[in-house]
């Protein structure tokens, strides 16, 4: 769906102008998650070669930075 242009917005009611840019706001909100999903996903191991939902993207990154941790702590109890 294509915006509005000024002049399709000023024959618009309140109502439906603030309907209409809720809805605009909404697109925006959820394209920019979209990115930061997307961003997340690619930091995961393998994360480029699999589709994953929202929840599977935190719950692998979650897991991913308990390994890192984990794996961090090994490395400084070796060179103590």
Do not use: C, T
Not at 17 to 26: F, G, I, V
Not at 56 to 77: F, G, N, P, T
């Amino acid at each position: 769906e294509e915006e509005l242009d000024e002049h399709q917005l000023s024959l618009m009611g309140a109502q439906e102008q603030l309907k209409y840019s809720h809805k605009l706001a909404e697109r925006k909100r959820r394209r920019e998650m979209k990115v930061v999903f997307d961003a997340l996903r690619l930091e995961l191991p393998n994360g480029a070669d699999q589709r994953l939902s929202k929840w599977e993207i935190l719950s692998k990154m979650v897991d991913y930075l308990d390994s890192l941790e984990a794996r961090r702590q090994a490395l400084l109890s070796r060179h103590q």
